[in-house]
C-alpha cells in the first residue's frame, strides 16, 4: 500500500511542466554545485540519471563538463524538458560535498515533492566552516610540513609558515587590483619567489630553494592536472582535454612570475639532502594531510582519517621508491594504495570517491620538477628541463593511473556486493516489472 501510494504521488509530480522543470532545476544546480566542491564528473554523472529515474523520467541525457552541466529528459506523459547552467571554477569545499552527496541519495531514496526541491537545497548551504583565520593557520602549518619533504628544516618551515600567511593576505589584495587569474598568478608567484630570497637573505632560512619548491605547491593546479589526465583516460575527452589545457596555461603564468623573479633576485637554489627517516616522514605525512583537509573544508574526525590516508600514501611511496627509481611506478603505486583505502571507506559510507583522496595526494605532485625545470630554463640546460618535464608528466600520469585503477576495482567489487545481495540487473528488472503488475 505504501509503494502504492508513493508510485502515485511521483506520477503526480511529473504529471505538469512546472514539475517537470523543478526537478530538471534541481538536478542541474546540484551538479554545479557538486562539481564547484570537487566531486568528479562520473560521479555527477552517474548521481542526474538515478534522480532522474527516480521520479520516473525517461530519455534522460546529462551534459556534463567542467565549465557547463545541463540535463534533458522526458516526463511519463510525454512532456520534454532541458535546464543548463555554466559553472563557476572549482572551489574544493570536502564538507559541502558530502552534505550535497547525501542530499542526492536522500532525493532518490524519499523522492520529495518537487517544490520542495529547491529549499532542500538552499539548506545544504548552512554547512559549517571553520573561521578564515583558523584555516589560514592551518593551511600555513601544512605547507610548512610540506617544506620537510624537499629536505627542508626548522628554519625552512618558519619561512613557509610566514610567507603562507603573508600571501593569503596579499592573494586577496592581488584578487581586486588584478581581476585576470592568469596575469594574478604571474604577481603573486613573482612575489612568493621575492619572499622567498628575502626570507634567506636576513637569515630566516637556509635554503630559498625548499621555500620556493614549498609555495609552488600551494598554488600549482596539481588537482586539476590530475582530474584532466582522469577524464582523459576515463573516456571524457572534452572535458579532459579542457581541463588539461587551462591547468597548463595556469602552470605557464606561474612558470613565468618565478622566472622574472629569478633573473631580478639572486640566492642560494640548491636543495640539501634529505635528512629525515621512514618514520619522520609518515608523521609529516599524517601533519600534512590533516592540515590539508581542513584547507579543504572538511570538518570533525574525518580530518583523522584523511591525515592517516595521508601517512598511508606517504609510506606506500617511500616504500615502492625503495623498490624502483621509475617515479611513474612508485607514484603510482602510493596513488592506488591510498585511493583504493578510500574508496572502500566512502562506499561503506555513502561518500564521494573524493571525499579523502584530495588531501591525501597533495604531496604526490611534482612540484620538485616543475622547480627544477623552471631553474634549468633559465640557466639555459636544456637536457635538465626536459628531463625534468618527462618526469613531471610520468608523476601526474601515475597518479591518475592508480586512481583509475582502485576505482575500476572498487566498482567491481559493487556489483559483486549487489549480486550477492539480490542478483542481476536483469532480475532487478524483472522483480520491479512484477511489483508493478502486482500493484
Not at 529547491?118 to 593551511?139: A, F, N, Q, S
Not at 619533504?149 to 613557509?160: C, K, P, R, W
Not at 608523521?283 to 573544508?297: K, Y
Request: proline fraction near 3%.
Amino acid at each position: 500500500m505504501v509503494k502504492k501510494t508513493k508510485n502515485m504521488a511521483m506520477k503526480k509530480y511529473i504529471s505538469n511542466n512546472e514539475s517537470l522543470g523543478q526537478i530538471l532545476d534541481f538536478i542541474a544546480l546540484l551538479s554545479r554545485e557538486m562539481l564547484v566542491a570537487g566531486a568528479n564528473l562520473e560521479r555527477i554523472t552517474m548521481m542526474i540519471e538515478k534522480i532522474a529515474q527516480a521520479y520516473g523520467l525517461q530519455e534522460i541525457c546529462p551534459y556534463v563538463l567542467s565549465t557547463r552541466v545541463g540535463v534533458s529528459a522526458k516526463s511519463a506523459d510525454g512532456t520534454y524538458g532541458f535546464r543548463q547552467y555554466a559553472v563557476p571554477p572549482m572551489v574544493i569545499n570536502l564538507e559541502r560535498l558530502k552534505y550535497l552527496n547525501r542530499l542526492s541519495y536522500t532525493v532518490c531514496e524519499e523522492t520529495p515533492d518537487p517544490a520542495t526541491l529547491g529549499k532542500l537545497l538552499d539548506e545544504t548551504r548552512r554547512t559549517k566552516e571553520w573561521p578564515w583565520w583558523v584555516v589560514m593557520l592551518i593551511r600555513a602549518a601544512a605547507m610548512g610540513t610540506m617544506s620537510l619533504f624537499f629536505s627542508g628544516g626548522v628554519g625552512e618551515f618558519a619561512a613557509v609558515f610566514l610567507i603562507v600567511i603573508l600571501l593569503s593576505f596579499i592573494g586577496r589584495l592581488i584578487e581586486r587590483l588584478v581581476p585576470e587569474h592568469m596575469l594574478a598568478n604571474i604577481v603573486i608567484m613573482f612575489i612568493a619567489t621575492g619572499l622567498s630570497f628575502g626570507a634567506g637573505a636576513i637569515g630566516l632560512c637556509r635554503y630559498p630553494g625548499v621555500v620556493i619548491v614549498t609555495l609552488i605547491m600551494l598554488y600549482l593546479p596539481g588537482i586539476p592536472l590530475v582530474n584532466a589526465a582522469r577524464n582523459l583516460f576515463c573516456g571524457n575527452e572534452i572535458n579532459g582535454i579542457m581541463q588539461l589545457l587551462k591547468a597548463l596555461l595556469e602552470t605557464a603564468t606561474l612558470a613565468v612570475g618565478m622566472i622574472l623573479a629569478l633573473f631580478l633576485f639572486s640566492g642560494d637554489l640548491t636543495v640539501p639532502a634529505d635528512p629525515y627517516g621512514f618514520w619522520f616522514k609518515i608523521v609529516a605525512g599524517f601533519v600534512m594531510s590533516m592540515g590539508m583537509s581542513v584547507n579543504f573544508g572538511m570538518i570533525g574526525h574525518d580530518m583523522l582519517i584523511a591525515g592517516a590516508f595521508g601517512a598511508i600514501c606517504r609510506g606506500a611511496c617511500l616504500l615502492a621508491a625503495n623498490v624502483t627509481d621509475d617515479r611513474l611506478i612508485y607514484v603510482l603505486v602510493a596513488a592506488f594504495v591510498s585511493s583504493f583505502l578510500a574508496e572502500i571507506l566512502v562506499t561503506w559510507r555513502h561518500e564521494p570517491s573524493t571525499y579523502f583522496i584530495y588531501p591525501s595526494m597533495i604531496h604526490l605532485i611534482p612540484g620538485d620538477l616543475f622547480f627544477y625545470m623552471v631553474v634549468a630554463l633559465c640557466f639555459k640546460q636544456t637536457e635538465t628541463a626536459v628531463f625534468s618535464a618527462l618526469h613531471c608528466t610520468y608523476a601526474l600520469i601515475g597518479m591518475s593511473a592508480g586512481f583509475i585503477l582502485s576505482g575500476v576495482i572498487a566498482l567491481y567489487v559493487r556489483r559483486l556486493k549487489f549480486i550477492r545481495e539480490g542478483g542481476s540487473l536483469l532480475h532487478l528488472r524483472v522483480r520491479r516489472r512484477r511489483n508493478e503488475k502486482e500493484e
